[in-house]
């Protein structure tokens, strides 16, 4: 009797022991928790995106709290987090304007190198075989970005990522896993895109993609508000000066330059070439 009841007592005297020292090390060197900081970091997404600035969603509520940083600063979670913030703070918060990811590239129009078998991520292709297409800099196809992507924002369209505007909140996370350096952030209202970021020139760009930008300038010289120019062989739009007119996007010899739609469009926006028609409704609104 006494080989069953002994390792029972002593078990019971080894538990209680354990748990009396893990409550006294829980209050001795516990950290007590901010209950403010609590409340904001309820308001946010929780990705730890680090969009931000930091590298958690703790860490802003934290500075947010603290004063060191504005409470509009989460663009995942956008004007409801701002919203929900400023009700606890007590404050009044402009919420900033959203922003969405875009892809400055339309697609390699020539075809493949060669069959690619490797390693099937951007970061392989691009580093051991600078990718399979024939423009080493534009999208390579491989879904990278997709692949960080927490809101389903970026789909392929003829192997070339697009990004989902009313999906995308601006996170960044596509941003650093393009190898390419093809993905940036853009305000809603900056409509006009420049869908390319080759900077090879007209003869070799013309060799490799018919939807390239061939640097000739054309737009710059028919823009009504002298707001694109070509910078190191590409067109480069100041959003100071654009009113999205479309009146670029018509002149572009390749058609790398598009207008979106307003964001408050019913239907998905999606990039297209502007056509004559569409330029002259965005005149008229």
Same mark, same amino acid.
């Given at each position: 009797?006494?080989?069953?009841?002994?390792?029972?007592?002593?078990?019971?005297?080894?538990?209680?022991?354990?748990?009396?020292?893990?409550?006294?090390?829980?209050?001795?060197?516990?950290?007590?928790?901010?209950?403010?900081?609590?409340?904001?970091?309820?308001?946010?997404?929780?990705?730890?995106?680090?969009?931000?600035?930091?590298?958690?969603?703790?860490?802003?509520?934290?500075?947010?709290?603290?004063?060191?940083?504005?409470?509009?600063?989460?663009?995942?979670?956008?004007?409801?987090?701002?919203?929900?913030?400023?009700?606890?703070?007590?404050?009044?918060?402009?919420?900033?304007?959203?922003?969405?990811?875009?892809?400055?590239?339309?697609?390699? &129009?020539?075809?493949?190198?060669?069959?690619?078998?490797?390693?099937?991520?951007?970061?392989?292709?691009?580093?051991?075989?600078?990718?399979?297409?024939?423009?080493?800099?534009?999208?390579?196809?491989?879904?990278?970005?997709?692949?960080?992507?927490?809101?389903?924002?970026?789909?392929?369209?003829?192997?070339?990522?697009?990004?989902?505007?009313?999906?995308?909140?601006?996170?960044?996370?596509?941003?650093?896993?393009?190898?390419?350096?093809?993905?940036?952030?853009?305000?809603?209202?900056?409509?006009?895109?420049?869908?390319?970021?080759?900077?090879?020139?007209?003869?070799? &760009?013309?060799?490799?993609?018919?939807?390239?930008?061939?640097?000739?300038?054309?737009?710059?010289?028919?823009?009504?508000?002298?707001?694109?120019?070509?910078?190191?062989?590409?067109?480069?739009?100041?959003?100071?000066?654009?009113?999205?007119?479309?009146?670029?996007?018509?002149?572009?010899?390749?058609?790398?330059?598009?207008?979106?739609?307003?964001?408050?469009?019913?239907?998905?926006?999606?990039?297209?070439?502007?056509?004559?028609?569409?330029?002259?409704? &965005?005149?008229?609104?």
């Amino acid at each position: 009797m006494l080989n069953y009841v002994v390792p029972i007592i002593v078990f019971l005297f080894v538990g209680g022991a354990a748990g009396v020292a893990l409550t006294f090390a829980s209050r001795a060197f516990g950290v007590e928790s901010d209950e403010l900081a609590d409340q904001i970091l309820e308001k946010l997404p929780g990705i730890n995106c680090g969009a931000c600035g930091l590298s958690s969603c703790e860490s802003y509520a934290t500075a947010v709290k603290n004063g060191e940083l504005a409470p509009n600063l989460c663009k995942p979670g956008g004007i409801e987090a701002a919203a929900g913030i400023s009700e606890i703070l007590g404050v009044t918060i402009e919420p900033s304007e959203r922003e969405a990811a875009f892809v400055h590239c339309s697609g390699v &129009t020539t075809e493949d190198k060669y069959t690619y078998s490797g390693t099937q991520t951007c970061l392989a292709a691009g580093k051991y075989y600078n990718g399979k297409s024939s423009c080493a800099k534009g999208c390579l196809g491989f879904g990278d970005c997709a692949k960080v992507c927490p809101y389903d924002a970026i789909e392929f369209v003829n192997g070339t990522a697009v990004v989902n505007r009313h999906h995308c909140w601006a996170c960044g996370l596509c941003i650093p896993a393009c190898p390419n350096g093809l993905i940036s952030l853009r305000k809603h209202s900056e409509r006009t895109k420049v869908r390319c970021s080759s900077n090879d020139g007209m003869k070799e &760009t013309r060799a490799i993609c018919k939807n390239g930008c061939i640097a000739c300038g054309a737009c710059g010289k028919k823009c009504l508000k002298d707001a694109i120019s070509i910078v190191d062989n590409c067109a480069v739009i100041d959003y100071e000066k654009c009113n999205s007119c479309g009146v670029c996007a018509i002149i572009c010899p390749p058609k790398c330059i598009a207008v979106e739609p307003f964001y408050h469009s019913e239907k998905p926006a999606t990039i297209v070439p502007t056509t004559v028609a569409t330029a002259a409704e &965005t005149v008229e609104e």
